[in-house]
């Protein structure tokens, strides 16, 4: 609940947000990084790739995608995320003449498996998602985002993404 009213609070001050000189209407970006998922019983991760298309300075769509890189091991069973597909809306505003703070929301399937003793289990799953976040720009097209995302499905789970900003 707490991520919730995060989001609520970042998506309201967006229209109050003062207008720096980045003006990025109509540019299309993408993402590349790592994103570890935490949940009260796995950690795991996948390498995570995001394109995106940025409607007004405060408004863009973004689809994502994963590919399990990291598992773990609980109890002797070997727990992977092996793979993510999403779409979010994502609202964001600049704090800084490179710095923006970002709020997303969106629905996330994802695929995982557990193998032990010879037998896996495999899970096909979707998930309402609520992220926040920000991002820096280290020039008007490269730039760093980090953000935090909290997934609704069963008992919930968190993922915190590091990622590398390219615009066109």
Same mark, same amino acid.
């Given at each position: 609940?707490?991520?919730?009213?995060?989001?609520?609070?970042?998506?309201?001050?967006?229209?109050?947000?003062?207008?720096?000189?980045? =003006?990025a209407a109509g540019q299309t970006y993408i993402n590349g990084g790592y994103n570890h998922f935490?949940?009260?019983?796995?950690?795991?991760?996948?390498?995570?790739?995001?394109?995106?298309?940025?409607?007004?300075?405060?408004?863009?769509?973004?689809?994502?995608?994963?590919?399990?890189?990291?598992?773990?091991?609980?109890?002797g069973v070997t727990v992977k995320t092996r793979g993510t597909l999403g779409a979010f809306a994502?609202?964001?505003?600049?704090?800084?003449?490179?710095?923006?703070?970002?709020?997303?929301?969106?629905?996330?399937?994802?695929?995982?498996?557990?193998?032990?003793?010879?037998?896996?289990?495999?899970?096909?799953?979707?998930?309402?998602?609520?992220?926040?976040?920000?991002?820096?720009?280290?020039?008007?097209?490269?730039?760093?985002?980090? =953000?935090?995302?909290?997934?609704?499905?069963?008992?919930?789970?968190?993922?915190?993404?590091?990622?590398?900003?390219?615009?066109?």
């Amino acid at each position: 609940m707490r991520i919730f009213a995060l989001a609520v609070l970042a998506v309201t001050a967006f229209a109050s947000a003062p207008s720096f000189a980045q =003006d990025a209407a109509g540019q299309t970006y993408i993402n590349g990084g790592y994103n570890h998922f935490q949940n009260k019983t796995s950690d795991t991760g996948t390498l995570n790739g995001r394109v995106g298309y940025q409607f007004t300075p405060n408004l863009a769509v973004e689809g994502e995608g994963g590919i399990g890189v990291n598992d773990d091991k609980v109890n002797g069973v070997t727990v992977k995320t092996r793979g993510t597909l999403g779409a979010f809306a994502v609202a964001s505003a600049p704090v800084a003449e490179r710095l923006s703070l970002i709020g997303r929301a969106g629905y996330v399937h994802s695929w995982s498996e557990a193998k032990a003793a010879g037998v896996k289990v495999k899970d096909d799953d979707g998930s309402f998602a609520l992220g926040v976040g920000g991002q820096y720009m280290l020039d008007d097209a490269n730039g760093i985002r980090l =953000d935090y995302t909290r997934y609704t499905e069963g008992k919930g789970a968190n993922g915190y993404t590091a990622s590398f900003v390219r615009k066109f």
